[in-house]
Nanobody
Framework: QVQLQESGGGSVQAGESVRLNCAAS?????????LGWLRQIPGKKREGVAA???????TYADSVKGRFTISLDTAKNILYLQMNSLKPEDTAMYYC?????????????????????RGQGTQVTVSS
């Protein structure tokens, strides 16, 4: 059973940095994995942020490329999202997500489509 627990959200000023953490368990499938971050503003469609799959392949939304970095510590089973140069439009609830049966090479799309599991979320608020 997949369990995902986010932490690290908060309120910051534009230009500052925040690191989100996701304690994950049960997410591997034969040693492979597909993990990522989604975000959602109330009343708006869920957005993909970033994903990482086996062999370290990463995918980022265009809106966060160059500012956010996703990484997985396989020893600690913690997924990170380092967010730098934050903007007010990054304000959202951020969800950690995992799909144990994703199509290889399509982790990001699979998570965005709603497959797999998601955590409870952590709020990030960026003020201008």
């Amino acid at each position: 059973q997949v369990q995902l627990q986010e932490s690290g959200g908060g309120s910051v000023q534009a230009g500052e940095s925040v690191r989100l953490n996701c304690a994950a368990s049960g997410y591997t499938n034969g040693g492979g994995y597909c993990l990522g971050w989604l975000r959602q503003i109330p009343g708006k469609k869920r957005e993909g942020v970033a994903a990482v799959e086996s062999l370290g392949n990463t995918t980022y939304a265009d809106s966060v490329k160059g500012r956010f970095t996703i990484s997985l510590d396989t020893a600690k089973n913690i997924l990170y999202l380092q967010m730098n140069s934050l903007k007010p439009e990054d304000t959202a609830m951020y969800y950690c997500a995992s799909d144990s049966h994703w199509p290889e090479g399509h982790c990001y799309t699979s998570l965005l489509s709603g497959f797999g599991s998601r955590g409870q979320g952590t709020q990030v608020t960026v003020s201008s």
